[in-house]
């Protein structure tokens, strides 16, 4: 029986954490930027974020615009890339926690919002950069903030150059 494998996609692992973070990085920022420039973040904390009972709500409401901006804008350049997975990842939860529940995974046909489906996919691409690091190239590997590549995808190991036979 042979097993089903990819190898000649194998080469491109190392590419995988520069997707996640430009996708996650850019749907972040894009979110954060909207808060900013088409409500105003006092005017999101206002109104969204008092709604759910969360104290000091336009203090709430800058706190998520600049870590979707800030923080979205960092995964697409490669800086700050694990602390800014991990800020972006604790804004998702808060969102799928507190927002997500009365819309479940997927939102009924005409909400204003979506469901939980993309909060949660936004969290696995964050969760995957955290985890795998930024990839190359990042200001990360640039700045020596990150030196090496993930062990999964490293070339020096005969594993990530042939795979195995059974």
């Avoid at 808060?35 to 800058?62: N, Q, S």
């Avoid at 469901?115 to 190359?136: C, H, T, W």
């Amino acid at each position: 029986m042979h097993r089903l494998s990819f190898p000649s996609v194998q080469r491109f692992a190392p590419v995988a954490p520069v997707i996640l973070r430009l996708v996650v990085g850019s749907v972040m920022a894009l979110h954060g930027w909207q808060k900013l420039t088409e409500m105003g973040p006092a005017m999101f904390g206002e109104g969204m974020v008092a709604e759910l009972g969360i104290p000091a709500p336009v203090l709430v409401g800058w706190a998520i615009t600049l870590v979707e901006l800030i923080g979205g804008s960092f995964l697409v350049l490669g800086f700050l890339t694990r602390i800014s997975a991990v800020a972006v990842t604790v804004v998702l939860l808060g969102a799928t926690i507190l927002v997500k529940p009365d819309l479940g995974l997927i939102a009924p046909m005409g909400s204003m919002l979506p469901g939980a489906e993309l909060d949660l996919s936004l969290i696995a691409g964050a969760l995957g950069v955290l985890f795998l690091g930024p990839g190359r190239p990042s200001l990360d590997h640039t700045l020596g903030i990150e030196t090496g590549t993930p062990d999964a995808v490293r070339d020096d190991e005969p594993a990530a150059r042939e795979p195995a036979r059974v």
